[in-house]
C-alpha cells in the first residue's frame, strides 16, 4: 500500500515542518525515526524488523539510546512497537499525517491539520473550508479581489497572464484557501518560487519594483490575508 500512495518528499517535508517540532523529537530519536523511515514507508512497507542492536550502531548511539528512542516514538504513536524478541524489535511505521498528536490540538481541534491543509481537512460548509481552486468561478473570485493588479508587484495584470499563487507554497502545505491565494503575474509567480512571500517582497524592494511605503502596505496586507481580513466575494 504505502509504495503505490507515499510521496516521499512530501513525506519529508511533513517530518522536518511538522513532525519533529511539533512532536519536541530530540536530535536521538530524530535519528531513530528517520532510519526506521528508510527502511519501511520509503521502501514501500508499513512494517519493519529492525534491531536495536544494529541500528543503535549504524547511528552512532548507545544501545540504551536507541531503545529510549523507540520507546519514546511508541508513546508518541509515531510508530508501533508490534513485538519485541530475541531477534529484535516488530514495527509499524505511522505517516506523519496519521499521528494522532500532530493532528489534534489541544482541546482536539484539528489545528494543524488545518493548517498543512492534510487529510482530515473540515468539510467545505463555509468560506473557510472553500478550496479556491476547484472552479473556475471560485479562481475568478480571487482574481477580482485582486482587481487586476498583482499582488506582489502592483503591476496591472491582463486576464490571460494573471495566476493563482500559494502565499505559503503548496510543497509546505498551504491550502487553497483565499488566505493563502492571491492573484499575481507570472513573473511573480515564478520568481518568488517556494521562498517564504515577506522575503520575496524584500526582494522586489531592492530591485527597485516597490517604494518603500509599498513594501508596508505589501507586508501588512500579506498579514491580513492570513488573518482572513480579505475575503472575496463568493460567487
Ligand atoms: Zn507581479
Known sequence: ???????????????????????GLTVKERAVYCYLLRHSLVVGKL???????????????????????????????????LKRNKTGHLAEMRLPEKIRAIRQGKHG???????????????????????????????????DRGRGACFYCLRRT????????HVVPRVRFGRNSYRNLVSSCMECNTRKGDRPAPDFLRTLYR?????????DARLRALKDLAAGKLRPLLP
Not at 4 to 13: E, I, S
Not at 112 to 140: H, N, S, Y
Not at 158 to 165: E, F, K, M, N, R
Open 1 to 23: 500500500m504505502p509504495n503505490k500512495t507515499l510521496n516521499a518528499k512530501l513525506l519529508w517535508m511533513q517530518f522536518e515542518d511538522v513532525l519533529a517540532p511539533r512532536l
Open 47 to 81: 512494517r519493519l524488523q529492525f534491531a536495536v542492536m544494529a541500528m543503535a550502531r549504524t547511528l552512532g548511539l548507545s544501545i540504551g539510546a536507541a531503545r529510549h528512542a523507540v520507546r519514546r516514538l511508541d508513546e508518541l504513536g509515531a510508530l508501533r512497537v
Open 109 to 143: 481541534a484539528f489545528v494543524i491539520t488545518q493548517a498543512v491543509g492534510a487529510a482530515g481537512a473540515p468539510p467545505a460548509a463555509t468560506i473557510e473550508g472553500t478550496d479556491f481552486l476547484k472552479t473556475w468561478a471560485l479562481r475568478k473570485a480571487i482574481h
Open 158 to 165: 491582463p486576464a490571460s497572464v494573471q495566476c493563482l499563487d
Open 207 to 215: 530591485l527597485g519594483r516597490l517604494t518603500p511605503a509599498e513594501l
